[in-house]
């Protein structure tokens, strides 16, 4: 079946480091990939997605491609700021519409 | 925020009991998903309608229910509750097959 899995967390990292979230997918077919973004207390946002191969995702400095041939979807952000502590959520979509998650990547971005 | 609006925010509630958590989608969507957060399974989808009629299951116990009305809201309906039913349960509303824009959720604890 079809299964998503992320980096254990929590990930801890000063302001302005480089980020990287890993996230990789087991999926028959060809899904669309996703990242959402939870911040405490609050619901899931939309961060990027992507529809098909090589395709780049990207907003508010987040940037990932959808790497089929290491069935991959790696989160990245070339300077995080204390705003961006969340915990993300990588998840898939196949030929059905329902969201496959994985676990979850806490972040916690200090001063 | 999304435009998904989740009522109630929080409920409180005994074990047996039922409850019933209500979702409105954004306007113009048609398509209606719910999941569930709980520490110890993730995030897990749990049933789809559109346009009224169920569209899809996940992992969703025999004593939940769920509808979509015609004015496209939807009712998520739980009952003989029990402590491990104590989560988050989201709302998701989608266009045919495109991006899940999620409410901001109901916290439910069972004691």
């Known amino acids: 079946g079809n299964s998503v899995t992320q980096m254990e967390g929590p990930v801890t990292l000063s302001e302005e480091a480089f980020l990287t979230i890993n996230c990789t997918y087991t999926?028959?077919?060809?899904?669309?990939l996703f990242w959402y973004v939870q911040y405490p207390g609050e619901g899931l946002q939309l961060l990027l997605k992507a529809t098909k191969a090589d395709d780049k995702g990207s907003n508010k400095g987040f940037e990932a491609t959808y790497r089929k041939e290491t069935t991959s979807f790696h989160l990245e952000k070339g300077s995080v700021q204390v705003s961006d502590s969340a915990v993300y959520f990588c998840?898939?979509?196949?030929?059905?519409?329902?969201?496959?998650f994985g676990k979850g990547t806490s972040l916690l971005v200090t001063p | 925020d999304s435009g998904v609006t989740q009522t109630p925010k929080h409920l409180i509630t005994a074990t047996g009991q039922r409850v019933t958590l209500r979702c409105s989608p954004r306007s113009g969507d048609l398509s209606v998903y719910w999941y569930q957060q709980s520490l110890d399974q993730g995030l897990q989808f749990l049933i789809q309608?559109?346009?009224?009629?169920?569209?899809a299951k996940g992992n969703i116990l025999e004593r939940f229910s769920a509808q979509q009305f015609p004015d496209l809201h939807s009712e998520l309906n739980l009952s003989s509750l029990e402590l491990g039913d104590s989560a988050l349960y989201f709302c998701?509303?989608?266009?045919?097959?495109?991006?899940?824009?999620f409410g901001p959720g109901t916290r439910l604890t069972v004691l």
């Open positions: 998701a509303s989608s266009q045919e097959g495109d991006t899940q824009y």
């Open positions: 309608y559109y346009n009224g009629e169920e569209r």
């Open positions: 999926a028959t077919g060809y899904p669309s």
């Open positions: 998840a898939l979509r196949d030929s059905g519409y329902a969201l496959n």
